[in-house]
T-cell receptor
């Protein structure tokens, strides 16, 4: 399974756009990139998943360059409630276990 | 939107006792998982279950652990003889493409 590297923590202010970049140099051909959000004492919550180029949903955008060795989660106009840990995971889309790293602890300040 | 549910939300037990953690996965999902998260640490994979059998398990999932899908809706994790170090949040998850996590059961072993 591809190992991921992401910043341990990030700070932001309300209303700003936040970009969290994840490195996954050893990503395999059939691996997808998935981002999860976790609030304290809650289960991880799926945010977005992609394979290549750009994916956008109502919550976030995911940018994946052509070599797929990194990806960037973009959160537009964050609010205080976006304060959470964000995990980048790489693996098969269906049936595979998820290997969580330490994630990025995002702190949004007023 | 369908969700994974777990009961109980909090379980306190004495060392050496058996516990059963219960989960109701999303109904059309095919893959089922248990993860755990010790306080302050990362989410760890325990076991995956597909087609009524274990498809993969981690080193953590030793002989003290077992999983069962006793009927068409429930998915359980049993710990036969709990240890202090089993204290953690236990998350059930299910998926058919992406993976949806439940809210977790906080297990406290005293």
């Amino acid at each position: 399974l591809a190992k991921t590297t992401q910043p341990i923590s990030m700070d932001s202010y309300e209303g700003q756009e936040v970009n969290i970049t994840c490195s996954h140099n050893n990503i395999a051909t059939n691996d997808y990139i998935t981002w999860y959000q976790q609030f304290p004492s809650q289960g991880p919550r799926f945010i977005i998943q992609g394979y290549k180029t750009k994916v956008t949903n109502e919550v976030a955008s995911l940018f994946i360059p052509a070599d797929r060795k990194s990806s960037t989660l973009s959160l537009p106009r964050v609010s205080l409630s976006d304060t959470a840990v964000y995990y980048c995971l790489v693996g098969v889309n269906q049936g595979g276990k998820l290997i969580f790293g330490q994630g990025t602890e995002l702190s949004v300040k007023p | 939107e369908p969700e994974v549910t777990q009961t109980p939300s909090h379980q306190v037990t004495q060392m050496g006792q058996e516990v059963i953690l219960r989960c109701v996965p999303i109904s059309n999902h095919l893959y089922f998982y248990w993860y755990r998260q010790i306080l302050g640490q990362k989410v760890e994979f325990l076991v995956s279950f597909y087609n009524n059998e274990i498809s993969e398990k981690s080193e953590i999932f030793d002989d003290q652990f077992s999983v069962e899908r006793p009927d068409g809706s429930n998915f359980t994790l049993k710990i036969r003889s709990t240890k202090l170090e089993d204290s953690a949040m236990y998350f059930c998850a299910s998926g058919v493409g992406g993976t949806n996590f439940g809210p977790g059961t906080r297990l406290t072993v005293t």
